[in-house]
């Protein structure tokens, strides 16, 4: 279970001006939840999801995990971000041993194991490539694989999906809810897209923008496993997307008001 | 027509070598001055000075130094580089004082180097030192300050301490920067040495050319040119391929050839 508890974060911009990017944030995420954080651009939610990663220390309030306070990154909450974030000078089978391998897994062991990832991923056959000669949405398969190699409990995803063409983020979505049933890891997963959020998740977290609050937390009780053909032509489906969109433009009409 | 392209594209060093060698014999011929001999000429003397084992030592006792000033100099320079790209404190420190060493010439200062520490082979080595350190630390700077921050925290979660992230993904990130810096810093030992040996004249490949100029033998002279210059094609082409080797993960698949590697 993730806490956080009044979490802000104020960054000091360029001009020494302070910016409140969180207001005040508390959240609490179940073992095995599929959470996503929705937002508009500059709301936040990357700095909130960083904050749970242990990558950025919040300015105020505390995030915990499993009961301990967040105090740094830690291989139980693995992160893929949207930029990928790949070795490039190790090839697709050394990114993805490269977890097991420092946390002292026998050399013959991270390799069976990775190259069950890879293949797991769609990616049997690349093994030997490196990361420069992969398409954006292959590079991002071999990030997944790299994360689900250490066994995080967590993942935690910075709009990972976010630099793909639609085709090949459509697929990736599916591809990873096929890996998420399986063993159903806890995943906190930012996005700007109602659909992508309302298709993958449990519950969905609706931010405002600057300073990010949560504006409302919407329960996605559609049925899994989810198929998104099937889900495409649901009313149900289709009025939380549109329910969710409304409740995102009151945000922006707030902030043309203020 | 296709094997026409590959041959004179493979051919092509060599043949501007042949012809810089001809525009060079033929402005000899036309010239026609004592100081100014042929290429022929100068090519003659060569097996003279390599078959001279006083040369030899002269020039084995140069590359001795310049293999020691460049290491040296490459093992301080990486990680200081490294560091400063990594910390705004590191970078604050060094900035000014690199910045008001940078546009000096390392062997303008290499009288007040003598009076120090002598005109021996720790002076020299020292400002091949000083020569190749610049350029180094500033390429690994500048590769150390581009590594992504996220390639940093994906380390972080997997475990890798602040050090063993340093090592183990600052230093092979930024290794391509890195390695683009030693590259000049190689050429600019072999130009540092022999300048060293031009004003502290002792031993070394620059002390045979100077004192050939002194003694007015100028096919020496630009003998010694000709071996001093195709000592740096070859430690560049040996340094390109070794520098090929270790980085081809981020090389472009069609890239030109611009070495004779």
Redesign the interface.
């Known amino acids: 279970m993730i806490e956080i508890d009044r979490v802000s974060q104020v960054f000091q911009t360029a001009g020494r001006q302070s910016h409140l990017a969180l207001s005040q944030i508390s959240l609490t995420i179940e073992d095995g939840a599929f959470v996503s954080i929705l937002g508009p651009s500059g709301c936040g939610k990357s700095t909130l999801l960083y904050i749970v990663g242990g990558f950025v220390k919040p300015t105020d309030g505390v995030a915990k995990m499993r009961g301990k306070a967040i105090t740094g990154p830690g291989p139980d909450r693995g992160p893929v971000f949207q930029e990928f974030a790949l070795f490039p000078w190790k090839s697709v089978l050394g990114n993805v041993m490269y977890g097991p391998r420092q946390q002292g897994v026998k050399h013959a062991e991270a390799e069976a194991q990775s190259r069950r990832l890879i293949e797991m991923v769609g990616l049997k056959g690349f093994e030997d490539f490196y990361p420069k000669e992969l398409s954006g949405g292959m590079k991002q398969r071999v990030a997944l694989a790299r994360t689900l190699a250490y066994h995080p409990a967590v993942l935690l995803m910075d709009e990972p999906f976010g630099a793909l063409d639609a085709h090949t983020r459509t697929r990736l979505q599916n591809d990873l809810l096929n890996i998420w049933e399986r063993d159903r890891k806890t995943v906190l997963f930012v996005t700007h897209s109602v659909e992508e959020a309302v298709y993958l998740s449990d519950k969905v977290v609706v931010m405002t923008r600057s300073p990010g609050r949560i504006k409302e937390i919407v329960d996605i009780d559609l049925p899994r496993p989810r198929r998104r053909a099937e889900l495409l032509l649901d009313s149900r489906y289709q009025k939380l997307v549109v329910d969710i969109e409304r409740m995102i433009d009151d945000t922006s009409e707030d902030e043309l008001r203020t | 027509m296709m094997l026409l392209r590959a041959v004179v594209t493979r051919l092509a060093p060599l043949l501007a070598c042949l012809g810089l060698l001809g525009i060079w014999q033929v402005a000899a011929l036309i010239l026609d001055t004592d100081s100014f001999p042929t290429a022929l000429d100068a090519i003659r003397a060569i097996p003279a000075i390599l078959g001279d084992k006083e040369s030899l030592i002269n020039i084995l006792a140069s590359l001795r130094r310049m293999a020691i000033g460049f290491g040296l100099a490459v093992m301080v320079s990486i990680p200081l580089g490294l560091m400063m790209g990594r910390s705004r404190g590191v970078a604050a420190f060094f900035n000014p004082l690199l910045m008001i060493i940078y546009p000096v010439p390392k062997a303008a200062l290499m009288p007040i180097i003598m009076l120090w520490l002598g005109v021996g082979d720790v002076s020299k080595t020292l400002v091949i030192f000083l020569g190749v350190s610049l350029p180094v630390i500033y390429h690994s700077f500048e590769g150390g300050k581009a590594v ?1 921050e ?2 940093l ?2 380390g ?5 301490s602040a050090a063993q992230r340093m090592i183990r ?1 600052v230093l ?2 930024a ?1 391509p920067e890195i390695l683009t810096g030693c590259r000049t810093g190689l050429v600019l030992a072999l130009i540092t040495m022999v300048t060293s040996e031009m004003i502290a004249r002792q031993s070394g490949a620059g002390n045979i050319l100077f004192n050939a100029l002194d003694m007015g033998q100028y096919d020496t002279v630009f003998a010694m040119i000709i071996i001093i210059g195709a000592m740096g094609i070859g430690l560049d082409a040996a340094f390109e391929k070794m520098r090929g080797r270790l ?1 081809k ?2 090389e472009p698949r069609f890239d030109l050839p611009l070495s004779f590697s």
């Open positions: 992504e996220k390639m925290w994906s972080a979660a997997m475990g890798l993904i092979p990130a290794l980085v993960w981020s």
